[in-house]
């Protein structure tokens, strides 16, 4: 990828995740980059299709990140993985996830699916562990796992990080 291209990306990226992809015209994110507005409908075809580029990127993303998890046999460490993954998110990689966040709430972008696996591995770990109600104790963890993430993106991950511990007592894991 040229360096052009990824200034672009960088730029649109910075920029969609702090002020939302309806607020932020090619115009400006050209200015952020550096680059003439046509470079950019020449790299992406239109705004639409840069978006499209980084959503590409982010769910490669989320899917490297999601690995561990789902891919793991113990049930036990399946929770305290989830419970530790917004903690081992970096600071750089906060734009991805902002964005993400803000996506959810645009229709068209939206896709609830794209935990399910995650839900899925956690509802296995829960029945595992002779939960009462596997399916709702994933779906209640994975909630509480957003609304963290939400926070740490929001105010960093020292005030959350009580919670972190609460939940590895709460679970025994």
């Not at 046999?73 to 966040?101: A, N, T």
């Amino acid at each position: 990828m040229t360096d052009k291209k990824e200034s672009i990306l960088h730029a649109a990226l910075e920029l969609f995740a702090k002020d939302g992809y309806n607020a932020t015209s090619t115009n400006r994110i050209a200015k952020q980059a550096g680059v003439s507005e046509g470079l950019i409908f020449r790299h992406f075809g239109n705004k639409k299709g840069l978006l499209e580029a980084i959503i590409k990127d982010a769910e490669y993303r989320i899917g490297q990140l999601l690995a561990p998890v789902v891919f793991e046999d113990d049930p036990k460490k399946v929770i305290r993985k989830l419970i530790e993954l917004p903690f081992s998110i970096g600071p750089s990689e906060y734009d991805y996830w902002k964005l993400q966040f803000k996506l959810k709430w645009e229709e068209e972008y939206n896709n609830p699916d794209k935990m399910k696996p995650l839900v899925d591995k956690l509802a296995w770990a829960f029945a595992e562990l002779g939960y009462e109600n596997p399916e709702k104790e994933a779906v209640l963890l994975n909630q509480i796992i957003d609304a963290i993430s939400t926070e740490i993106l929001r105010d960093g991950k020292a005030a959350q990080e009580p919670f972190r511990d609460f939940l590895v007592g709460k679970y025994k894991v």
